[in-house]
Structure formats: structure tokens, C-alpha cells
């Protein structure tokens, strides 16, 4: 049974930093796609990043390019999810979501290409 638990999320001040973690459990992750999603209230989840675990390849939506690292250990079994010079627009409840098949360039920033879903971590960007 495949499990992804984040955790890490909190309130921030504009301009600080920040890092989730997805540790994920279940079976052999390496042909998966591992995204990250956040949801602010009121408004759809939208994607922020997504990796292809085993290449190791990322991407980014637009809105954190530059801002946010997305890694992965195999080892450690874990996603991570790095955010620099946070705004107020980055608070959302952030899930991290795995898709068994790969390749990362199939739709990565889809919510429906995802199966499993995390139970999601707040963070609040506020001073």
C-alpha cells in the first residue's frame, strides 16, 4: 500500500525559508513521477514542482521557478520540497502526490495523472 506523508509546514514571515518533506512508503518508487501540489483557500490545487525519481529529473511551475528546490532520497525514501524568499501568495495547504508511471514530461502539472496523495501540510506566509 503506497503512502506519501509530508510534514514541515508552518507560518513564515515574507521573504523567509522553508522545507517539506514527503517520506513515502509501499513499493519501488523508481519509475515514478513525484509532484508537488499547493492549495490556497478558495482556489484550485495547482501544481509547484514535480520530479522523475529515477533520473532525478525536476521541473518547476512558472510561479516558483527560481524560489523553490524540489530533491529526492532514495535512501531516505523521501521527497523534499526547499522554499526560498517565501510572499504571502505562497500560503496554501502543499501535498505531495505519486504517479506510478512515468515520464515526467506526460502532463507532470495534472491532478488527475496523480493516484496517491499526501494529507497535505499548511504553510503560512504572514508577518
Not at 499547493?38 to 516558483?64: H, L, M, S
Not at 512515468?102 to 497535505?120: C, I, K, M, N, T
Request: aromatic share 12%; proline share 4%; net charge negative.
Amino acid at each position: 500500500q503506497v503512502q506519501l506523508v509530508e510534514s514541515g509546514g508552518e507560518m513564515v514571515q515574507p521573504g523567509g525559508s522553508l522545507g517539506l518533506s514527503c517520506v513515502v512508503s509501499g513499493r519501488n518508487f523508481n519509475r515514478d513521477v513525484m509532484a508537488w501540489f499547493r492549495q490556497a483557500p478558495g482556489k484550485a490545487r495547482e501544481p509547484v514542482g514535480a520530479i522523475e525519481w529515477g533520473r532525478n529529473i525536476v521541473t518547476y511551475a512558472d510561479a516558483v521557478k527560481g524560489r523553490f528546490t524540489i530533491s529526492r532520497s532514495d535512501w531516505a525514501s523521501t521527497m523534499w520540497l526547499h522554499m526560498n524568499d517565501l510572499k504571502p501568495e505562497d500560503t496554501a495547504i502543499y501535498y505531495c502526490a505519486d504517479d506510478e508511471d512515468g515520464p515526467l514530461s506526460r502532463l507532470w502539472d495534472a491532478v488527475e495523472r496523480y493516484e496517491y496523495w499526501g494529507q497535505g501540510t499548511q504553510v503560512t506566509v504572514s508577518s
